[in-house]
């Protein structure tokens, strides 16, 4: 076997919540550092296929997080899990989440197992396509917990 060396290069994409540096590699392993903007949040999803690692390198960011049982059991409720740096998440396909950036400049590596097919987008807040059927579980657990922190 002959093992070699190369080099490649990344993409940066607009989001509405900031933008992302992404980039493939060999293997089936995908990174991109997500720039979040103060106040700003990805949209509340999860990941047919794809198991992801967040590592906060800067900033504080506020998690909401549920177990892959959150659409089939009616006691699974979301948390929050409060991020600052040095804090890693692990996120496993089936699970939903959304990163809120709490301080400004946040920078948050993520690893994931693969490419973003299969992503199931819940709740957005610019507008883009949702899963209502799925939307309408999180909003009403989300509204539990919502209750339950005040």
Known sequence: MNRSVWSSGSEVVKKPWGYESKW???????????YIDKGAR??????????????????KVKA???????????????????MEEGSVLNIQSGCPYRLEAVDEGC???????????????LLDDFGRNIDNE?????????????????
């Open 42 to 59: 990805t949209s509340m999803k999860m990941f047919t296929s794809k198991d992801e690692v967040l590592f906060v390198q800067k900033g």
């Open 107 to 121: 920078i948050v590596v993520e690893m994931s197992t693969g490419h973003s097919h299969g992503c199931v987008r």
């Open 24 to 34: 493939t590699t060999m293997l089936p392993l995908d990174g991109k550092v997500l």
């Open 64 to 82: 909401t997080v549920a177990d892959e049982n959150i659409f089939s059991k009616n006691t699974a409720e979301f948390r929050i899990v409060n």
């Open 134 to 150: 799925k939307a309408a579980i999180v909003n009403t657990k989300l509204e539990r917990l919502e209750n339950d922190s005040n």
